[in-house]
């Protein structure tokens, strides 16, 4: 069976909080055919992981890479990648995701009120203004 994994499927899966949801979490995500992983998915896993577990960015860049990683799994690659990149430099995953997927929707530019959104992503070559 395909199945798309919920940010709390995935979560219980990798934080281990609860034995009895992490254990069926685990066997669901092993043993399925394919497990999609949405971007939205992985956006709130991210802001679960900073905000509920306090995890530093790295372990969290790290947890998604072995999500997607999987032989199993299907994901928005570049999309993924784009929002990896934004959380190794320190930002935000869904910053990142958000702004690939406005490029790749033909979008000229990524704007924000957020200013550093907008810096991180000027470093790396995209297109990105703040509002002010």
């Known amino acids: ?3 798309t994994a919920d940010a709390n499927v995935l979560l219980r899966a990798v934080v281990e909080d609860d034995p009895a ?7 669901e995500l092993t043993g399925a055919e394919a497990v999609v992983l949405t971007v939205p ?3 709130e896993f991210v802001w679960v992981m900073r905000q509920g ?7 969290i860049a790290a947890a998604i ?4 990683e999987g032989d199993t799994a299907l994901a928005d690659r570049a ?3 784009a929002g990896l990149a934004q959380l190794d430099a320190g930002g935000d995953f869904a ?8 490029v790749w929707m033909g979008s000229d530019e990524f704007v924000s009120f957020d200013r550093r959104a907008v810096v991180r992503l000027q470093s ?3 297109a990105a203004r703040r509002l002010v």
């Open 95 to 102: 910053d990142g995701a958000i702004a690939y997927e406005g």
């Open 1 to 3: 069976m395909k199945i």
């Open 21 to 27: 949801q992490a254990r069926l979490a685990q066997a």
């Open 79 to 81: 999309a993924v990648e």
């Open 41 to 43: 998915a992985l956006c």
């Open 53 to 59: 577990y306090k995890c530093p960015r790295g372990e």
């Open 65 to 68: 890479r072995r999500l997607i």
């Open 124 to 126: 790396q070559g995209i």
